[in-house]
């Protein structure tokens, strides 16, 4: 039996770069199409708040489909929410990493430029407190939090928080930069189904000329810089983000005008959450 025989060029039994490309863009867009089983059902109540206000709100995250959907997705949320988000961030920076250390690209492709690509990481910093704040913080188990249930972590918590200027910024800028992260890049999932679907059999490529593995990823950004976005698809995207971020801003302010007077009980709770955040000292002095 032949012995495996190396690589002539010298690079052993390991991938080529172009192939790590096609894996980590695989698990970039399946772990992002998992995530979105978890952000469609969570942003339906901020759209019900500005219909109905807090009482279309709960109405909402009563209903049976979305009770429904929070039996499914709270007992799974590190399937849906915690490994997705984090094979999603890993694959995403590791990809930057190749293209930014990649010499022969050009330097706009070496470095994020578009948009999506650049709101991703005040997005990452957005998120990183609200997961605190909303999840691992309040199932401490120490007094007087007491591991916050589900249904005690509901609007009232969401109302009592928007009391702070702090608190509407970052559930808008997390709403606003996490729509348009996730609209564009649906459209780039959406583009890597299709291209997917068309890929030639193995015996017309085995007719095609023979690529670099190292010029594989220029010539694949090559191709994604010729493609021309028309202006009124621009436009319509940024007119759709826009007008729904000013629903979730709408019912926000409704939920804050609709949450009646919170218990003593509940407002210690409630402010411990807030105080054992690592950035507390901070807030507290731009709120004064």
Known sequence: MASPQADPRGRGFL??????????????????LVFTVFLVPHLASPVMAA??????????????????????YLPLEPV???IPLAIHLTSSLTKRLIFSTNP???FSIRLPRQMHQLLAYPLLLILIPHI???RLIPSSSAPPIRELSPSELGWEFVGYGLGGWLTWVGYLGLVGAGVWHAAVGSMKVAAW????????????????????PDSAPAATNEQSE???????????????????????????????????????????RYDAVFDRAPWAWASRLLLR
Request: net charge positive.
């Open 15 to 32: 991938p080529s770069k172009a192939s790590v490309l096609r894996v980590l863009t695989m698990t970039q867009n399946t772990s992002a």
């Open 51 to 72: 219909i109905g206000g807090l009482d279309g709100a709960e109405k909402t995250m009563a209903s049976p489909t979305c009770q429904s959907s929070r039996d499914l």
């Open 80 to 82: 849906l929410v915690y």
């Open 104 to 106: 022969s690209l050009p």
């Open 132 to 134: 605190l704040t909303h």
């Open 193 to 212: 189904l299709r291209t997917l679907r068309r890929r030639p059999s193995t015996r017309t490529t085995r007719t095609k000329p023979n690529v670099s």
């Open 226 to 268: 010729k493609r021309v976005v028309p202006r009124k698809r621009k436009l319509g995207l940024r007119g759709v983000i826009l007008c729904f971020l000013g629903i979730v801003a709408f019912g926000l302010w409704r939920v804050k005008s609709d949450t009646g007077v919170v218990s003593p009980v509940m407002r210690r």
